[in-house]
């Protein structure tokens, strides 16, 4: 029995219900193979000084590379693609918003040993989510075919439900998959990069989103210089948090939205209740709901 996969045509919908019921969904070979050539070119001489891990979890034989937005033009559309956009909307729909948590290239060299089995929604302190909130949407975006051999990431299907568990690397099955597959997978699922066995580097493109309200674990802020932000179009601006995360959250200055800091001020329209409402489309009833009642 392998992992479930689905067509690059796949619906928003069949892929956001795969998501939610399984935890994960493959979709092959969804990035042209010239994508990934342009971001490889981009970003191989920042690979090439990326140091290893410094412990047996980020990998002492494995590279973790970021930054993508400011060093890597070509990753801008893969981190926008309308359905990781779609499929992000509809798994976190019980969050205001979303935005970009962090970026990075995850480079596995041979030898390495395959890592403990976790959920990556534990990095906010352990908090306890209830299992019916979503606060994650993550995706590997496969730079090399991922195979069992050289260390493909390793999921247990339909694991979100069960906290406390704990996995054996036994009850997991490799997400095998093309260059330009896309593994889409929750901040619940237990997951863990596989051991390398081969005599290749397995390579990703790890782009993880999350709730508007949650602090990213790539500081987009500091990692992209202002003068890069500036040449940044507006809806990736926001995507990176240069936006109101929830209600009144992520403000600057005299209550500002947060592009005056790298916009003209008069050309970004003023905070107020209209803008708020429209914060709460994503889908939380009861954020649009206290804002009409605030209003009237």
Request: charged share 20%; glycine share 8%.
């Amino acid at each position: 029995m392998g992992l479930n996969h689905y067509s690059k045509d796949v619906g928003a919908d069949e892929l956001i219900h795969a998501i939610e019921t399984d935890g994960y969904a493959i979709v092959d070979e969804l990035a042209a193979p010239e994508v990934m050539d342009a971001i490889t070119a981009e970003m191989g001489e920042h690979i090439d000084g990326t140091a290893y891990g410094h412990d047996n979890y980020l990998g002492k034989k494995t590279k973790r590379t970021g930054a993508l937005i400011a060093r890597s033009p070509a990753s801008h559309a893969l981190l926008q693609h309308p359905l990781v956009m779609a499929a992000c909307a509809g798994v976190m729909k019980k969050a205001s918003r979303f935005q970009l948590q962090l970026t990075q290239i995850i480079s596995v060299y041979p030898g390495s040993p395959a890592q403990k089995l976790h959920q990556d929604e534990t990095i906010w302190d352990f908090f306890p989510f209830p299992l019916d909130y979503q606060p994650q949407c993550s995706l590997l975006w496969a730079m090399t075919d991922y195979t069992d051999e050289n260390g493909a990431t390793r999921v247990v299907p339909n694991s979100q439900d069960q906290k406390g568990r704990r996995y054996s690397l036994e009850e997991s099955l490799p997400a095998e998959m093309k260059r330009g597959s896309a593994l889409f997978y929750t901040g619940k699922i237990f997951h863990g990069a596989g051991a390398n066995r081969s005599n290749g580097v397995r390579r990703a493109l790890n782009a993880t989103y999350c709730a508007g309200w949650l602090r990213q674990e790539e500081n987009q802020y500091l990692t992209t210089p202002i003068e890069v932000a500036r040449t940044l179009p507006d809806d990736l601006l926001k995507l990176m948090g240069y936006q109101m995360g929830c209600l009144g959250m992520g403000y600057v200055r005299d209550f500002e939205d947060p592009l005056v800091t790298v916009r003209d001020p008069s050309t970004v329209a003023p905070l107020g209740i209209a803008l708020l409402q429209e914060t709460a489309a994503g889908g939380n009833a009861a954020v649009a709901a206290f804002l009409s009642d605030i209003d009237e």
